[in-house]
């Protein structure tokens, strides 16, 4: 895998070729309104895809395995550094949108060594200086503290719908800190180390969310999913799907339910977040022997379902047990989990303190100071359920997809034969990966309590009329669902939305147009500059 961005010089190089004439329109329109706004030509654009992910949802925050993809949809910054220096100490931030109505222009001056985020205020350039705020403590950290930020003029057009499960921030704070390394000078962006800056940056916001996106975002390669894990440390492949007959597809469909992750987080996202890691304090307390310590790691609250995992069965192999396959000891976490939290009504902060041999006071210090939530219980039971039972689903399609990939190469390089004993066999593979895709939702919806009765609504009609997998993609609460449709039912499935959800709601001729996105099976776009 490339380690670092790639200067592109060609949207051949990006976008499918159905999209490039529509695409190309786009970016001229862009570079001419820049030139409009700001009486210059724009440098460079920096462009970050948005993502849907295939499997693994609110698993990353865990440190837990996840296959998400990248799409066409994308956030691009086209940017110029040639502003007069401003006042001492600060540099000069001018940003505008595209869509000018709904996200009106800003100008900051910032200070050198400050870059001020109120997450408490919802503001789109939040996401911005979110990328800015990353990307200067990676220069600052290369360059020393005498470093002097260049000041830019960003014009951004985004086309991952906010709200909506695509991961349009992660999009956005990903361009952005590339945009800032680039127009400070910064030749070769190594993909990883970005990532991780994007993710760590995008917590600044207000969600403590997980590495999925920007991973996705950044690390993506064409023409392939991408299977990415969080520990030991981040890493990603590419994964391309088998043939089969008939032909698979991604079928992206808007609930229009908007869910807005910063203003809800105190009750869903960081909420959930809070919970796994008092869920593994919890498991731990009462599994391990005692004064066995989580080590530190990368997930927000710094301890983690897996490092939780990864401990417990640490310590059972050096009593002497033999190594069991991971996915045996996700098996046995979802037994125990059962087990041992057996509340299902939920568990109070007294109860949790109790167990975990603190004071009340000393759990918020350690848990829900950093990260405000609002819940009498905290519903430990159905979250670790979720999150063990999700990691075995993501290795079990893992273990699909290598399994079809495998009999493909028996069967001759490539080659879909269309006999029926050969479709057959496809048919029950298909059912076998969408299968796996229904266990989520339906995990999704009853234990981890972040789907809606809309998304619902959406994966019953699309499986009714022949979607194999149906479930929400991304945080939940709204937004997108994903579907694993075979191409000859994709119009079906579209004739049943269109007559039993969409002609229900009022939705402007732009919503009706962007309500289904079809994402052919494995077409995947990095992360590119101009
Ligand atoms: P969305 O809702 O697409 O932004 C969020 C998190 C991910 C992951 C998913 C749930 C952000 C930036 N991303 O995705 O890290 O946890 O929910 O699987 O909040
Ligand atoms: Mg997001």
Redesign the pocket.
Known sequence: MASTVPVVRSLEAIYPPDALASQTSRWNKLLTKFEAAYGTNAEFVSRSPGRV?II??????SLYS?LPMAIEADALLAVSTGLAPTQDGTFKIKIANVQESKFPSREFDIPYDAVDIDPTVHEWTNYFKAGLRGALELLRKKHGDGFRPKSMQILMDGTVPAGG???S??AFVSASALAVLIANGEKEVDKTALTELAIVS?RAVG?N?????QSASVLSERGSALFVTFSPRLAARPVQFPPTNPELTFLIAQSFVTAD?VVTAPIH?NLRVVECSLAAAYLNAVLNPPGTELPADASPLGISLHGFHETYFALQERNGAARKPVTDQLAELVALTTKTLDKPQGYTREEIAQVLGVTVDELHARFTQRIPVRAERFKLHQRALHVFSEALRVLQFMALLEEGQAKQQQNGNGETTTTDASAKDTSEYNARLGALLNETQASCRDAYECSCPEIDVLCDLARAAGSYGSRLT???WG?CSVHLVPADRVDAVKAAWEREYYSKLDLTEEQKAAAVVWAVLGTGYGLSIN
């Open positions: 992910n693994g949802e609110h698993i990353d925050y996840v499960g695509l991961s921030s992660a995008e969600v969310s997980g590495g999925m996106d992750k996202y991304g945080a939940g937004g």
